[in-house]
Structure formats: C-alpha cells, structure tokens
C-alpha cells in the first residue's frame, strides 16, 4: 500500500505538493479520497514555474517598452546603443520575474495569501513590493532617465510598483492556468 499525504485546506487539483501547505502540517493517512497526494508525485514543476516565469517577464517587459520608449520617448537620452539597452532590460525583466515568481510561490507556500480569497490580489500586492525594492537599487544607483527632482521619484516610483504589480498579476495568473491544466489532466489520466 503507497503512503500518501492529507494536505488540509488544499484545493483537490492542486497535485505534486508545489502549491501545497508547508511540510509541518502535513500527517500521512491511507489513500481513500481524491485530496491525497502520492509521495511519488512530489517533483518540481517547471510548467509552474516557467508560465508564470515568462508571462510576468514578457509583460514587464513590454510595459517597461511602452512607457519608456512610446509615452515618455527617453530612448534618445541613452548613452549606450537602443539595442543593448533592450537587451540587457530583457535580461533585467527575466531576473526580476523570476524572483516574483518565487515570491509568490514562496507565499502560497508558508500561507501568506490564500489561493481562494483574491489570489490575483495578492499576487498584485506582493509585485508592488518587489517593484519598490527594485525601484530603491535603481534609485541608490543612479540608474534613471530623469532628473531627481521630486515629482519624477515619486512618478518613477509609483509606474515601477504598477509595473511589477501587473507582472504579480501575470505570475498569478499562470499559476491559476498550471493549476487548471494539472486539473484537466488529472481528469484525462
């Protein structure tokens, strides 16, 4: 007989404890109900990880693009090439998208939101976080198209937490799609 784990509170399609509750309060029980996980499934899902990786990346991206290249038109003020400049921002948005994707997940693990009560929400919460702790590295730097007068912190600080905070919401988003396909899977299966 296979050892399973009751995770309690745990939706039943979430499957390979990715988006499980943390190990301390899981208790093993026989396998009788469809809330069991079998020990043997417990792997990393890279489809959890690279759909919300990649969704929240592109879209910080694209974003960054619109804001910086068509609304405020700062790409003439660059010393260095338009295309490395793009370059390096892409590579720039793929870090900071991996590290909202493991924020959230990290969240969801140790129960800091909840994938039932406004989930996209906190998700929302967690990127304008991270869009200020990014905005605080840029700022120390000296990384910045404008000037440091006043109103354009505050203007670059506020467009960098909505920023993240729409790639949050990308991050949440591609967790909810991967939870639906484990879902649709575990049907067909």
């Not at 296979?2 to 390979?16: C, H, N, Q, V």
């Not at 304008?128 to 007068?149: K, M, P, Q, R």
């Not at 960098?160 to 799609?177: F, K, N, T």
């Amino acid at each position: 007989m296979f050892k399973a784990t009751l995770i309690p509170d745990s939706s039943f399609f979430i499957r390979g404890c990715n988006l499980a509750r943390s190990v301390t309060h899981q208790q093993e029980f026989p396998i009788s109900s469809a809330a069991w996980i079998v020990e043997e499934d417990r792997r990393f899902n890279l489809r959890g990880f690279l759909v919300p990786w990649s969704l929240s990346a592109v879209v910080m991206y694209g974003l960054s693009y619109l804001w910086h290249g068509v609304i405020l038109r700062d790409f003439h003020e660059l010393t260095i090439p338009v295309g490395l400049y793009l370059a390096l921002a892409g590579l720039v948005y793929l870090i900071i998208g991996a590290v909202l994707t493991v924020a959230v997940h990290q969240a969801i693990i140790h129960e800091w939101v909840n994938l039932k009560k406004a989930f996209p929400l906190h998700a929302m919460l967690i990127g304008a976080i991270v869009g200020f702790v990014v905005y605080l590295f840029v700022f120390i730097l000296g990384l910045s198209f404008a000037d440091h007068a006043v109103i354009h912190v505050v203007v670059d600080i506020l467009w960098q937490m909505v920023e993240q905070a729409l790639g949050g919401l990308m991050v949440s988003l591609g967790i909810i799609y991967d939870m639906h396909r484990r879902f649709m899977e575990a049907e067909r299966a």
